[in-house]
């Protein structure tokens, strides 16, 4: 079925009412037997094939009858010949020449030779029939059974010599029964069964043009049908319309649309959604043409205004309100006009039944409106036009309806996995991060897949990547909510085995069968060393500067939600200018491959985009995500993709001075001679007396409280960072001393004085750093 059948309004070449290829068939109806109630009629087309004489056969003398009964027939009622010259014609592969008029001396139903091509005569010799060969006619299939009686004597013989079959001259058609040449189908004066009016010289059938119709309507919804929002929809209604079913059509929409059940507010605005029309140079009598390619600008810009307000009770508002498409004929219709298109536009609609305006009712409510225009060229509209017209509005308002819902929770998915995953990876000391993610399929862009980076005390940072069972919203939100509690315990500084152990008992709260893998990794840049915990999920990769890539050897666990399982972590070399690969089983498992086989295949990959750059030199991070996602092949995207890449420059260890500091009151001066030292050995004198007056204040506030040795440490980077770290758990915070307070103002002076500061909880006491600029600032 092509998407836009040929149009029922002209006909087309090789279509035309005479072609038996372009006609429905019809039954024969059942032969006359003598005894029995008549047969209804049969039907005649015009220039169809005639009915054909049959064959009887005699019971009682054994030879061919030749009764009037059985060879006679009426112009007007059928008989058994006509389908016995069928069946015969089937078997002899010949069939009467088509219609015309009939052969002088010839009943009128006498059109083709019994079996095998022979009639006998009363005597029983047998003569061979002159009807010229034709191909055999399909129609021989749907013939009525013939009508088998015996000859009651030699008077019905000698009559049926009279109604013989006589041989047709080869070329001349035989006329349909009872019917003149042309004659429509349907009544035997060659009128419509429907109207009772005439047919036109080549105008097609009422039967055929009804035809059309379904298979337009089935083209045409079924287009509609496949759009997915709201302009695909919009562009299916008019490509399926013009130029099949209309010359131009121009669509209304309500703005805004409203979705779901919303009760909209205001008043029912409609705007001009889209338009479309035939090109003027399309020759529109040659029939049948694909659909065209809509024009930015043509004159049904000008035919109708982009925004129409519906006031209430006007004559547009009781068009729309009847939801039943009307012609623009109509008086109710033509005082719409006006206020739809726009007052001395209506002029452009043509006059008569040559425009049809559909509302577009949802669900709910009316949602627009769709005119569909004829030129003067093309006949107008029918009756049965209107039916059409309702047909395609209203597939395309629910088409339009079920867009706006699909388009809304599109929108909620979105923002709510936007939400779910970070939206700016942290900037770390020692590291550097990229990161990509992928949902399962364009339609569902939720799943359960998520990753992070969580800075912690002493310039480490956590590297979290987990995947909840399934992709739909409610794994999603199972996932926010591990992330989240993620997020908590990374604050506490617990270790990586105890978050995984929190996160099993917080995915059991949550339900059962809440069930998610996980892999948590910290790194320390001042030590060069990574500390991973793994709970079910696949194993990361470590790909080497020198371009070599291995698959770390870590303790696989049991996935979160199991419950009562230990789990383990390893402390492992992180060289520097190293990266480290997380990722979740989407990357590496698909239905045409395993995991293990996909760990190896990524190995390969990585190996293979670092000799790309050279020995001794890493290749980018976001360049290296990209190949690693060209790995996947067509078939590859099951599941939900996440990826974490983090590539471990780490801090030089000339570039940190720590100190151990006893909780006296000579620790504050103490601590400013350590800090004036390394300011001067690593040439950032300039900072001197911002970083003594800073690092005084807060060691004073540290050796204050704590009972155990404080700790001072600076770093070097792209900032200057000092850390002072205690046993006190209770964090500063920062106030506003008053004029007659003693204390209070060393936060104070951090605030005003640092680029950034703050306080971090440990499970041994607390940290509280500040950072200044390499310039001074």
């Not at 047969?39 to 009682?60: H, V, W």
């Not at 010799?125 to 059974?145: C, E, F, L, N």
């Not at 308002?397 to 990876?425: F, S």
């Not at 070399?573 to 498992?589: M, N, Q, S």
Request: charged share 25%; hydrophobic share 35%; with cysteine.
């Amino acid at each position: 079925m092509t998407e836009q059948p040929t149009s029922f309004e002209r006909p087309q070449p090789g279509g035309t009412p005479a072609d038996p290829g372009g006609a429905l068939v019809h039954t024969p109806a059942p032969a006359r037997v003598p005894g029995t109630a008549s047969a209804l009629p049969a039907q005649s087309r015009s220039g169809a094939e005639p009915p054909a004489a049959g064959r009887t056969s005699g019971k009682s003398s054994g030879k061919p009858s030749g009764s009037s009964g059985s060879c006679g027939s009426s112009g007007s009622s059928g008989s058994s010949e006509a389908s016995g010259a069928s069946e015969a014609a089937g078997a002899s592969g010949k069939t009467a020449a088509p219609g015309g008029p009939e052969s002088p001396g010839a009943p009128a139903a006498a059109a083709g030779p019994p079996v095998g091509g022979r009639t006998s005569d009363s005597s029983g010799s047998p003569s061979t029939s002159s009807t010229s060969s034709t191909a055999r006619s399909p129609r021989s299939s749907h013939s009525a059974p013939r009508a088998e009686h015996s000859q009651p004597g030699a008077e019905q013989s000698a009559a049926s010599d009279a109604h013989r079959p006589r041989p047709v001259p080869e070329g001349i058609p035989v006329q349909p029964a009872g019917g003149e040449p042309g004659a429509s189908a349907g009544r035997p004066d060659g009128r419509e069964r429907r109207t009772g009016k005439g047919t036109p010289p080549g105008r097609p059938t009422p039967m055929r043009r009804d035809g059309d119709r379904l298979r337009f309507v089935g083209a045409a919804t079924r287009r509609i049908a496949r759009g997915l929002d709201l302009d695909e929809i919009v562009m299916g209604l008019c490509r399926a319309t013009v130029p099949t079913f209309a010359d131009a059509i121009l669509v209304y929409l309500r703005d805004p649309l409203p979705v779901g059940d919303e009760r909209p507010t205001g008043p029912l605005v409609l705007r001009l959604r889209r338009t479309d029309r035939v090109p003027p140079e399309r020759d529109t009598e040659s029939g049948f043409a694909a659909a065209v390619q809509p024009e930015p600008s043509c004159e049904l810009e000008s035919v109708g205004a982009e925004l129409c307000t519906v006031r209430p009770g006007s004559a547009l508002a009781e068009v729309l309100r009847g939801v039943r498409p009307v012609f623009t004929d109509a008086p109710a219709a033509r005082a719409a006009l006006p206020e739809l298109l726009g007052e001395g536009r209506e002029s452009a609609v043509p006059d008569g039944q040559r425009a049809i305006l559909a509302p577009l009712r949802g669900r709910r409510r009316v949602i627009g409106a769709a005119l569909f225009l004829r030129g003067t060229e093309r006949i107008p509209f029918e009756a049965d036009d209107l039916l059409v017209a309702a047909q395609l509005a209203t597939h395309s308002a629910l088409g339009i309806d079920k867009a706006v819902l699909y388009g809304r929770e599109a929108y909620i998915a979105d923002e709510l996995q936007r939400t779910m995953l970070p939206e700016n990876l942290p900037r770390c000391t020692g590291v550097r991060l990229a990161s990509r993610y992928l949902p399962a399929a364009e339609t569902a862009r939720v799943g359960g897949d998520w990753y992070d980076a969580i800075p912690l005390p002493g310039s480490r940072v956590a590297l979290v990547v987990g995947d909840v069972m399934g992709h739909s919203m409610t794994s999603a939100a199972i996932m926010g909510q591990l992330r989240t509690t993620a997020q908590t315990l990374a604050g506490l500084d617990l270790p990586p085995q105890e978050v995984l152990h929190h996160l099993d008992e917080q995915a059991q709260r949550l339900g059962v069968d809440r069930m998610a893998t996980c892999l948590y990794a910290v790194y320390d840049p001042v030590a060069h060393r990574i500390t991973v915990a793994n709970a079910g999920h696949p194993p990361p990769v470590l790909l080497h500067l020198g371009g070599d890539a291995e698959v770390l050897q870590v303790p696989a666990g049991a996935p979160i939600g199991v419950g009562g399982v230990d789990f383990e972590a390893v402390e492992l070399d992180a060289p520097a200018g190293a990266t480290l690969l997380l990722y979740t089983d989407g990357l590496v498992e698909s239905r045409l491959r395993d995991v293990w086989t996909g760990i190896e295949q990524l190995r390969e990959k990585l190996a293979a985009t670092a000799q790309l750059t050279g020995p001794g030199h890493a290749p980018p991070l976001e360049a290296l995500c990209d190949e690693v996602l060209d790995m996947l092949g067509p078939g590859d995207r099951d599941d939900d993709i996440a990826l974490l890449a983090a590539r471990f420059d780490g801090i030089a260890p000339s570039d940190v001075a720590y100190w151990f500091l006893e909780p006296e009151d000579a620790a504050p001066g103490r601590a400013r001679r350590l800090a004036r030292r390394a300011l001067s050995r690593w040439g950032m004198e300039e900072l001197s007396d911002s970083v003594e007056l800073l690092v005084s204040e807060v060691v004073t506030n540290a050796v204050r409280y704590a009972t155990r040795p404080v700790t001072l440490r600076l770093l070097r980077t792209d900032v200057l960072r000092c850390e002072v770290g205690d046993d006190v758990p209770q964090l500063p915070r920062l106030r506003q001393a008053r004029a007659t307070d003693e204390g209070g103002r060393g936060l104070y002076l951090v605030n005003r004085l640092a680029r950034r500061w703050g306080a971090t909880r440990l499970s041994t006491g607390k940290v509280v750093w500040f950072e200044l600029n390499n310039s001074g600032g």
